[in-house]
């Protein structure tokens, strides 16, 4: 019943670095933009990254900027996250997300996306 499927998450160390995938069995993803959210306990759902359907463009947030990486395999349909020194703030349930009608290729507010994953939990200790 759900469209998307994330797994990769785990506990790290910070400093450490982890891998994240999203893939479907009911989708192409190359019809869609994506993005991937995180949320923390008691904290608002937020947009880590996102690229476009066709690959040529990304989006970070100034947060994960220059340590997170966003890329899609349009072989193997799925979409990944590469987290690299990671820190205890990033700890979070991240979720993967496909947006295919509107007009921008990313989102601030999850509202906006069509399809959603259960989400991994990533857990980074200090």
């Known amino acids: 019943q759900v469209p998307l499927v994330e797994s990769g998450g785990g506990l790290v160390q910070a400093g450490g670095s982890l891998r994240l995938s999203c893939a479907t069995s009911?989708?192409?993803?190359?019809?869609?933009?994506m993005g991937w959210f995180r949320q923390a306990p008691g904290k608002d759902r937020a947009l880590v990254a996102a690229?476009?359907?066709?690959?040529?463009?990304?989006y970070y947030a100034d947060s994960v900027k220059g340590r997170f990486t966003v890329s899609r395999d349009k072989v193997k349909n799925t979409v990944y996250l590469q987290m690299l020194n990671l820190k205890p703030e990033d700890t979070a349930v991240y979720y993967c997300?496909?947006?295919?009608?509107?007009?921008?290729?990313?989102?601030?507010?999850?509202?906006?996306?069509?399809?959603w994953g259960q989400g991994t939990q990533v857990t980074v200790s200090s």
């Open positions: 997300a496909a947006e295919g009608t509107g007009g921008s290729f990313y989102y601030t507010q999850w509202t906006q996306y069509d399809y």
């Open positions: 690229i476009s359907y066709g690959g040529g463009r990304t």
């Open positions: 009911g989708l192409t993803f190359a019809g869609y933009h």
